[in-house]
């Protein structure tokens, strides 16, 4: 560590271990400023906390990725989603959503869940060594997510890889992939197509027939563009946060026997654990916000019109917040953290994630209780936005 503070969302290095540089920050200049990328960025869990709720400070109506900031209206157009938007259009938006992503919904999932877990997990039966995350954790969420959109089976791999390409960045790469984006909305319009005509018990089905208020007094359906902005944001941010949830179990629990052994020993310990892997590697560390009025932060000015991080990776190592935050403990009591999210934008599909991670460390504890990670043979995902594992072999025998 040189004695210069500087933190770099595009730096593999930084990115593969950012928490002693996320511990200055939040000890020495908990606001930062990096004058390349121009912008600032806050790493303690109450000024991440506090900026979430102050939407109207903290605007996430140009974009909540830096990048996608920096590209332009026209580029944000292109790419807007509800994530994108504060009130009183956003209320509007999520409302719905979470007319059709009910609790029923989600909780009625986890015997397909189960079913998708042991199938996987019967593919590499009999093998001492497997991926992880390719043949694991990353099936998962995509398959899911394609139950409950209405999703071909046959089209689940390929929507999958849509959205990894609209996170990945490749050593260098700054600007935001709107071809992806593009992509990934074009498959989804033929998909919206086939549910007008042909209805399915599926969430694309429930989001064609909705009805919601036209701002008259009468109420309309969704329009295309509409439609296409849910669907693509509900693929898209349930494949990547579960994804790299279930690779930070794989390596965390590896990392950290005695817990693994607890689990093991106490499976009732596990939707708890979720919680705490969900503290000690955010999988999603930072999420961005522009600054709508001159604001002071730690003494110092922020204008308006700046570029604001909110490092909520940082966030979930604050030992202002979390006694001993970097000892991962099973059996922690927390009260809360901002690892979904916090205010207006806590993610609307929190319970099916909860829900998938614990499923999926039930299985695999109950098939493989044991398993070493071969580190210098994984790879991670690089992205500015998103922090997890793109292949983690593991050997469970021997």
């Known amino acids: 560590m040189t004695d210069e503070i500087s933190y770099d969302p595009y730096d593999y290095v930084l990115d593969a271990d950012p928490h ?57 157009e292109q790419a807007r989603n509800m994530l994108f938007e504060d009130p009183p259009m956003h209320d509007v938006h999520r409302s719905i959503l979470a007319r059709t992503f009910t609790p029923r919904r989600i909780s009625s999932l986890e015997t397909g869940i189960r079913d998708l877990c042991r199938s996987y997990l019967d593919e590499v039966s009999g093998q001492d060594t497997f991926d992880l995350v390719r043949v694991y954790g990353a099936k998962i969420p995509m398959m899911v997510i394609g139950m ?24 260098g790469q700054t600007d935001y992939p709107v071809d992806a984006q593009l992509k990934m909305v074009e498959y989804f319009r033929g998909l919206v197509a086939l549910r007008r005509k042909e209805p399915a018990d599926d969430l694309i089905t429930d989001l064609v027939n909705a009805d919601v208020d036209a701002g008259d007094g009468s109420t309309r359906k969704l329009e295309d563009q509409e439609l296409l902005q849910y669907i693509s ?11 790299n949830l279930m690779g930070w179990a794989g390596i965390t629990l590896y990392r950290n026997p005695d817990q693994r052994q607890r689990l093991i020993d106490d499976p009732g310990l596990i939707p708890n654990a979720v919680e705490e892997l969900l503290r000690y ?58 690892s979904f999210g916090y205010g207006i934008h806590f993610c609307l599909g929190a319970a099916l994630a909860r829900l998938e991670g614990r499923v999926g460390l039930e299985e695999l504890l109950a098939r493989h209780p044991h398993w070493e990670v071969d580190e210098a043979g994984s790879e991670m995902v690089h992205t500015s936005t998103v922090r997890g594992w793109a292949r983690m072999p593991v050997s469970v025998k021997g």
Do not use: C
């Open 20 to 76: 002693p540089m996320w511990k200055r920050m939040r000890d020495e200049r908990p606001l930062y400023f990096n004058e390349r990328f121009d912008f600032y960025a806050v790493s303690r869990y109450v000024d991440v906390r506090d900026m979430s709720v102050d939407w109207r400070t903290y605007s996430s109506h140009y974009g909540s990725v830096l990048e996608l900031i920096d590209a332009g209206p026209e580029v944000i």
């Open 281 to 338: 590697e955010a999988p999603s560390p930072i999420q961005a916000r522009v600054v709508m009025r001159d604001v002071e932060v730690h003494g110092q000015t922020v204008p308006q019109g700046s570029k604001m991080a909110l490092l909520t990776g940082s966030a979930g190592r604050d030992e202002r917040q979390y006694p001993d935050p970097d000892r991962f403990d099973v059996t922690r009591k927390l009260d809360g953290h901002v």
């Open 148 to 171: 409950l959109l209405g999703i071909p089976e046959a089209d689940r791999e390929h929507v999958r890889e849509l959205a990894d390409v609209q996170v990945h960045r490749d050593e």
């Open 233 to 243: 944001l509900v693929a898209a941010a349930g494949n990547e946060t579960v994804t």
